[in-house]
């Protein structure tokens, strides 16, 4: 208070006094004698004819801090007051959210004020001394379930995946069989096969047998049986009848 202690004032005088804050600070009340005025910067005793008092009180700027998100926990969250130079730890404390084969992930925050403006993490030590906002950022993922039928195998078999981004699946067959299609939540033959993740798949890789062609032709005077082309699948066997016409043996088996 200017000017401040004890003031000598002439019968049917007046006087003025300035009150001033400290930096980061505020008047919350001026008493007058025994009379609360409020918050004021400046008081003036007119025609003063006895002794008064004069007390004012001060209080630390307090800032807001406005959190909010979309999906999870953050601690804390809503509309929240600080004083001024509070250092307050923020955070969100249960990413990934699951949600079946959906899951929110929080990839970091965007903010204002004593907020940096962004950042990568899941938490973050503010010091406030100003009004701020802290905007907590999600990312959906998709599950990606992908299995052979047992004659094969899968690059990937399961994993999350950020929705919109590609994913290249790789099948490959078990010696003796060859990879045929992709069934389940996408029909087809390409492999590798490119999954475009808009929403939750799952695929299986089908795989089939491979087959050999075993041709058996006879000479004259003999048979063969059977004859012509036979197929056989791998790893199985097949038997053939070599008969001689009467009177002629075998003479090579090639």
Not at 38 to 64: C, E, K, M, Q, W
Not at 65 to 88: F, I, K, M, Q, S
Not at 209 to 224: E, F, L, Q, R
Request: proline share 5%; aromatic share 12%.
């Amino acid at each position: 208070i200017v000017p401040s202690g004890v003031v000598t004032v002439t019968n049917g005088a007046a006087t003025n006094f300035a009150i001033t804050a400290d930096p980061n600070y505020h008047v919350s009340n001026v008493v007058v004698d025994t009379i609360n005025l409020g918050p004021t910067n400046a008081y003036t005793f007119s025609n003063v004819t006895n002794n008064h008092a004069l007390d004012a009180f001060f209080a630390i700027d307090t800032f807001t801090v406005v959190v909010d998100t979309v999906y999870g926990t953050a601690v804390p969250v809503g509309l929240l007051v600080y004083d001024y130079n509070t250092a307050v730890p923020f955070a969100i404390v249960d990413s990934p959210v699951p949600a079946g084969t959906t899951q929110y992930a929080c990839r970091g925050w965007t903010g204002s004020g004593s907020v940096p403006s962004n950042g990568l993490a899941t938490n973050v030590i503010v010091t406030v001394t100003n009004n701020s906002t802290l905007t907590w950022e999600w990312q959906t993922n998709y599950w990606l379930g992908a299995a052979g039928d047992g004659y094969g195998s899968v690059d990937t078999t399961g994993a999350w995946f950020r929705a919109g981004t590609n994913v290249l699946l790789t099948a490959t067959p078990t010696n003796g069989y060859h990879f045929l299609n992709w069934t389940g939540d996408l029909s087809s033959t390409n492999n590798p096969l490119d999954v475009a993740m808009d929403r939750p798949y799952s695929v299986t890789a089908n795989f089939a047998i491979n087959y050999y062609s075993i041709s058996a032709t006879a000479g004259t005077n003999g048979a063969i049986t059977p004859t012509g082309v036979v197929k056989v699948a791998h790893g199985d066997g097949t038997n053939y009848l070599i008969a001689p016409a009467a009177h002629y043996h075998v003479s090579d088996l090639k």
